[in-house]
């Protein structure tokens, strides 16, 4: 698929997934680190965690906002804190029930993840990792697709999980390219505070 200058948007992906990389480099450990305990601040204030729901996380990446700090929390307060797992390349992710004495195990591209034996669960909010998010609710991951399937899959099992992206606020852009196969965001929370991204999310 071309747009009007040319240029095809796998290349206009590829190219802004690069350009992000770099960007979430320059951050250092402390500003990674702080911006993460805003973030954990930032999803306690305007989630509804109180209600204990089903709620994924992801075990971070070295350069990903750093959610440990979060599992725990939620898990204190008795929420229900999920993990993504891998069921292979073109398949949606599933999630298991996350606790701080399950052993993860490493999966591909080196992300930790709860063992194959547990059983699903579906969430009811996804937080979800990303390299760039714009106004509009655009999302751009790593390439694999894997969170459209899984938004896919989740509400074609019957869910409706409210769709949160967490970064850092140097990941908005402009305009994130996107495809037919793209699912919107209902909001995304960085240190900055949540940015709300349509309205049916039900927060302000
Ligand atoms: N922490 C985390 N868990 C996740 C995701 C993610 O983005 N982050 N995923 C989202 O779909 C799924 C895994 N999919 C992935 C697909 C590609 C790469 C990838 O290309 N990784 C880079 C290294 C990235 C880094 O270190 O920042 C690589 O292998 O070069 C990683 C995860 C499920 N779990
Ligand atoms: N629900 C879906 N069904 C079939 N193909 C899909 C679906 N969602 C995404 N894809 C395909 O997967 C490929 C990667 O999608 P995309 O560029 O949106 O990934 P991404 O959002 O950057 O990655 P991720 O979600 O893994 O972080 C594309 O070719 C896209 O068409």
């Not at 305007?46 to 906002?65: D, N, V, Y």
């Not at 073109?90 to 063992?115: A, I, K, N």
């Not at 979800?128 to 899984?150: I, N």
């Amino acid at each position: 698929m071309a747009d009007p200058d040319g240029v095809a948007l796998d290349e206009r992906k590829w190219a802004l997934r690069r350009e992000m990389r770099a960007r979430r480099t320059t951050l250092t450990d402390a500003e990674r680190a702080a911006a993460s305990r805003a973030v954990a601040w930032h999803v306690l204030r305007h989630l509804p965690c109180r209600e204990r729901p089903r709620i994924s996380l992801f075990w971070p990446l070295a350069e990903e906002i750093d959610t440990r700090p979060l599992l725990h929390i939620l898990y204190a307060l008795g929420a229900e804190p999920l993990l993504p797992r891998m069921q292979g390349k073109g398949r949606p992710l599933v999630f298991h029930r996350w606790s701080p004495d399950l052993p993860l195990v490493q999966g591909p591209f080196g992300v930790m993840e709860p063992p194959p034996e547990l059983p699903p669960v579906l969430p009811e909010i996804v937080l979800a990792p990303l390299l760039a998010f714009d106004r509009r609710g655009h999302r751009l991951g790593y390439g694999a697709g894997f969170y459209d399937r899984t938004f896919d899959a989740v509400e074609a099992a019957g869910g409706a999980p409210l769709r949160v992206g967490l970064c850092f606020a140097c990941q908005e852009v402009t305009e994130v390219p996107v495809d037919e196969t793209d699912v919107p965001l209902d909001l995304v929370v960085t240190e900055e505070g949540p940015v709300v991204l349509r309205p049916t999310s039900g927060l302000s």
